[in-house]
């Protein structure tokens, strides 16, 4: 894939993903949530310019190191969501002022990076975006999952709490 074509697999990925995360919506943990990630992550992989050869070890510590902030990230991004257990016994999450505050530190982060490796006169493929977005939705949603499973059953429907 093009360079172009990464930024905007990714950028309409983000909004999307995004735009869901500040809606109330059923948890379905049950889903197979590392499927995007899995597909995210087989593309970006399969580009041969994802670490800049010229460079290769440079390119290489701002690749694991924009996989570290996307992992600290996307943790963070699972905790400030708000979860709760509905009358029906669902689990349903909603993204709080935190969470976008996450994702802004998330860009500012990945734009630092940029600006490192761009100082450095290394070439920094697209798809180190979307592998990191790739690891960021994954470890979002163990997270949340593992999050949704310690939530108190909701109680029955007609019996005082």
Do not use: K
Not at 85 to 111: E, H, N
């Amino acid at each position: 894939m093009t360079a172009l074509a990464n930024l905007l697999v990714i950028a309409v990925v983000a909004a999307l993903v995004v735009r869901r995360q500040m809606r109330a919506q059923r948890l379905d943990t049950e889903r197979r949530f590392w499927l995007l990630p899995l597909v995210l992550g087989a593309l970006a992989l399969r580009d041969p310019q994802l670490v800049d050869h010229r460079h290769t070890a440079l390119s290489a510590a701002l690749l694991a190191a924009g996989l570290v902030a996307v992992v600290g990230m996307g943790t963070a991004w699972g905790w400030t969501v708000r979860l709760w257990r509905s009358a029906d016994g669902s689990v349903v999450a909603r993204g709080t002022r935190a969470t976008v505050a996450a994702w802004g530190g998330m860009i500012a982060v990945r734009l630092g990076l940029y600006g490192i490796g761009a100082a450095l006169h290394v070439r920094q493929s697209g798809s180190s975006l979307m592998l990191g977005m790739a690891v960021l939705l994954l470890v979002r949603s163990l997270v949340l999952n593992r999050r949704a499973r310690t939530l108190e059953p909701a109680p029955p429907v007609g019996v005082p709490h």
